[in-house]
C-alpha cells in the first residue's frame, strides 16, 4: 500500500437543494485511479441520504431522488437580505465528525466541490479534517475549485487547490507528497485508459451516474463545459460503458442511473446507439434519466424507440428558448422544428409526456421576460411539461462577461452572488412577481399536459 487517501463529498449550503440522482463522479473516478495504483481510499459523504445515523429515513420518489436533510444556519452576511431560510443539507455535524473520527490518519486527504456559491461547505469541511489531522496535506478540486481558483487559494485553507479533471493531477500530487511514483503516461489519451469510478465505495443510494463523454462539441454562451472540460469533447468505448452499467445493476444492486453527459446524443450511430444496442442484448433491467439535457437535434424516430426499449424514463431536453435568433447566438444548439420533432418522436415511441420535459432559461442577461413566456408557450404547445431553469452567473462564459458588462456585476465578487436562489437579481431588470407569474404559467401548461 502507498498510502491511505481519505475522500469527502462535503455539504450544500444553500436555500434550497434536491438529490436528483447526486453523485460526486468526479470524486470517485480519482478514488479509482488511486486505488489501481496502490492506495487504501475512503470516503466520508456529507449526502449520503441513507446514513444509518441520520434522524428519518429518507423519501424518495419513484426513481430515487428526494429531499436531503436541512439544517437551518445562518445566513451569510452577503445573503442577507434574500428573504428566504438559509441551510445547511447534508449529515448533521456530529455524525461527520464521528465519521471523521473513525477514520486512521490518513497520507492525503480531497475534498472536492460543487457548484461555486456552494463553497461554503468545502470550507467547512476543510475546517473540521484541519483540526483533526493537522499537518495532513489537504487537496481541494472540482467545480468550483476549477472556475473560481483564485478565491480558493485565498480562502479555502486548503493546501493544494486542483482544477480541470482530477484524476492524473490527483495522483501524481499524491505519489509526491507520499514518496511514490506511478506509471501515468498509462493514462493519457484516452477516456477508456481510466478505471470507471468507484460507485461501490459509496453507500447505496439506489442510483448511479454514468458519464460516457466529456465535454460538448458545443459551445452554448451560458454553459461551463469548455471550461471544466478545456481538453476538448472526448468519448468513452459503448462497451466500457456498458460493462460499469452491469457491474453496478449486477454487483451493486443498482437499477436507477443517470446520464451525466453534455452531449450523450451526437454522431449518434458510432455512440449511443451501439450503447443501446449491447443494453437491449445484455438484458440489463435498468432505469435511465437526463437529467442534464437532450439535445433534440439528434432525436429520430429510430433512437426514441430503441431508448424507450432500453428503459429510459425521464427525458429532459434543452430548449432553454424558442427565439430563433436567441438560440443562433447561445449557441446553435437547436431548433424549434428539431425540437417539435424529438417531442414527437418521444411521445410516439410510447413515452408518456409527462415524462418529456423541455428545460427554459430565465434570468439571462438582456433576456426578456416576453421571450421566456413565448418560449414556455411553444413547449407547451409541442406537448412538452417545462422546467425554468434560472441562470446561474458561471465565471468564464459568455454569459458572465455579458453580466459584467449589462448588469456592471464585480467580476471578482463572492461567489455566493453566483446563486440562482437568490433570483430575482439584486441587478436584474426582472421582479419576484415575473418570475412566479412565469413559473405559475409553467404549472398551468403542465397540469394541462399531464394524463387524467
Known amino acids: 500500500m502507498k498510502g491511505r487517501i481519505l475522500l469527502i463529498n462535503p455539504w450544500i449550503y444553500d436555500f434550497a437543494a434536491y438529490c436528483e440522482w447526486s453523485e460526486p463522479l468526479g470524486l470517485l473516478s480519482v478514488a479509482a485511479l488511486l486505488e489501481e495504483n496502490g492506495y487504501q481510499v475512503a470516503l466520508v459523504d456529507c449526502l449520503d441520504r441513507h446514513h444509518p445515523r441520520l434522524p428519518s429515513r429518507p423519501r424518495n420518489d419513484a426513481y430515487g431522488c428526494g429531499k436531503y436533510l436541512k439544517t437551518i444556519v445562518e445566513k451569510p452576511p452577503i445573503l442577507g437580505a434574500v428573504p428566504r431560510r438559509y441551510g445547511r443539507y447534508g449529515l448533521p455535524l456530529e455524525v461527520f465528525e464521528e465519521e471523521v473520527q473513525s477514520q486512521p490518519c490518513p497520507d492525503v486527504v480531497l475534498v472536492t466541490s460543487g457548484m461555486t456559491y456552494w463553497y461554503p461547505g468545502p470550507f467547512e469541511a476543510i475546517k473540521r479534517v484541519r483540526a483533526r489531522f493537522p499537518g495532513v496535506p489537504i487537496v481541494l478540486g472540482g467545480i468550483y475549485a476549477t472556475l473560481c481558483r483564485d478565491h480558493a487559494v485565498r480562502n479555502s485553507g486548503a493546501d493544494y487547490v486542483l482544477g480541470g479533471e482530477g484524476e492524473l493531477q490527483t495522483l501524481r500530487l499524491a505519489d509526491e507528497l507520499t514518496g511514490h511514483e506511478s506509471d501515468y503516461a498509462r493514462y493519457e489519451g484516452s477516456l477508456d485508459a481510466l478505471p470507471p469510478p468507484l460507485h461501490g465505495l459509496r453507500r447505496n443510494q439506489g442510483y448511479a451516474a454514468i458519464q460516457t463523454s466529456r465535454g460538448c462539441p458545443f459551445h452554448c454562451t451560458y454553459c461551463a463545459s469548455s471550461l471544466l472540460h478545456p481538453e476538448g469533447f472526448r468519448r468513452r468505448e459503448p462497451r466500457r460503458v456498458v460493462d460499469e452499467i452491469e457491474y453496478c445493476r449486477r454487483q451493486l444492486g443498482i437499477r436507477d442511473f443517470a446520464f451525466y453527459d453534455d452531449a450523450l446524443l451526437v454522431d449518434s450511430e458510432m455512440h449511443i446507439h451501439p450503447l443501446l444496442d449491447r443494453i437491449l442484448e445484455r438484458g440489463l433491467d435498468c432505469r435511465f434519466h437526463t437529467p442534464n439535457g437532450l439535445h433534440a437535434a439528434y432525436v429520430d424516430a429510430d433512437l426514441a424507440c430503441k431508448m424507450y426499449k432500453a428503459g429510459f424514463k425521464t427525458i429532459r431536453l434543452g430548449l432553454e428558448t424558442s427565439d430563433p435568433e436567441e438560440q443562433r447566438r447561445s449557441g446553435g444548439k437547436v431548433s424549434n422544428e428539431s425540437f417539435r420533432e424529438a417531442v414527437r418522436n418521444f411521445s410516439a415511441a410510447g413515452f408518456e409526456s409527462s415524462y418529456i420535459t423541455a428545460y427554459v432559461l430565465m434570468g439571462l442577461p438582456g433576456q426578456s421576460l416576453r421571450q421566456v413566456r413565448d418560449s414556455v408557450t411553444f413547449a407547451h404547445r409541442c406537448g412538452a411539461p417545462v422546467q425554468i431553469t434560472l441562470y446561474s ?28 436562489s437568490i433570483y430575482p437579481f439584486p441587478w436584474c431588470q426582472a421582479g419576484l412577481e415575473d418570475f412566479q407569474e412565469i413559473k405559475a404559467q409553467a404549472l398551468a401548461g403542465n397540469r394541462a399536459l399531464a394524463p387524467a
Open 393 to 420: 452567473l458561471i465565471p468564464g462564459t459568455v454569459e458572465w462577461t455579458r453580466a459584467v458588462r449589462t448588469w456592471g456585476i464585480d467580476p471578482h465578487a463572492d461567489p455566493l452572488l453566483h446563486n440562482d
